[in-house]
């Protein structure tokens, strides 16, 4: 067999609530979302090389589908960083309309370890996937933007609208109640302007005082309580 040099890649994603950063390794991120205020034209984020070896650091963003302006740029997109060393990473708002809700896009850092000649070797690595809020100028910050979901049962399926500015996140499974019936989102977030359908059982109906427990997400990344909203039919 000949010598290879074997590479695997560990996604980490932070969809779901962040993780103790103890818990990963290679290129950490001092947080677990990168926020950017769209007034200051820029944001920026510091990433620690937690490996005992030098390391490349590649930064690259990703849109969500529904989402695919091109709205930020990485200033240094490839950085070489020296073992417990710290990098900043810079991106810059390009827009040409004015940004005037949250938007959502993923920044992916990933650590590329340098080639060791002659060896036999599964090298590793760790990319970390956050996500990006782009605040516009002027917005206020809300800690429960959930609250502003609204949930409806239409033609058999249960439709949560987002009418506000924020991004919402949170737990993809939703509780009906009372009936204690469990469904499921499609997406653990919410975009502004976004309607999502979840079809609900044949026959099911909304009674009076109906509510969905959902189970949101703080804009960190962090699990917060259970939040019961209220469901009209249509």
């Given amino acids: ?82 073992p417990g060393e710290k990098q900043l990473v810079r991106f810059i708002v390009q827009s040409d309309t004015p940004i005037t809700t949250q938007r959502m896009k993923r920044v992916i850092f990933e650590g590329i370890p340098p080639a060791k000649d002659g060896r036999n070797a599964i090298r590793m690595n760790v990319r970390q996937n956050l996500p990006v809020i782009i605040n516009p100028a002027g917005l206020a910050s809300m800690n429960d933007p959930w609250t502003l979901l609204k949930w409806s049962v239409e033609g058999g399926s249960l439709v949560v609208r987002n009418d506000s500015p924020y991004v919402v996140r949170l737990g993809n499974q939703l509780l009906l109640l009372p009936a204690q019936l469990s469904v499921q989102l499609p997406r653990t977030y919410v975009l502004p302007g976004q309607v999502h359908t979840v079809e609900l059982p044949v026959g099911f109906n909304v009674v009076a005082n109906s509510k969905v427990r959902l189970f949101p997400v703080s804009l960190y990344g962090f699990q917060v309580d259970a939040y019961d909203a209220p469901v009209s039919a249509r």
């Fill in 1 to 82: 067999m000949h010598s290879t040099l074997a590479r695997c890649c560990l996604v980490i994603s932070l969809f779901a609530p962040w993780s103790p950063v103890g818990l990963a390794a290679g290129m950490l991120p001092e947080t677990s979302v990168l926020l950017i205020n769209a007034a200051d034209g820029e944001g920026s984020i510091t990433v620690t090389n937690s490996e005992s070896e030098v390391a490349l650091l590649h930064t690259s963003l990703d849109n969500l589908a529904e989402d695919t302006e091109e709205l930020l740029f990485v200033t240094t997109p490839i950085a070489r960083v020296e």
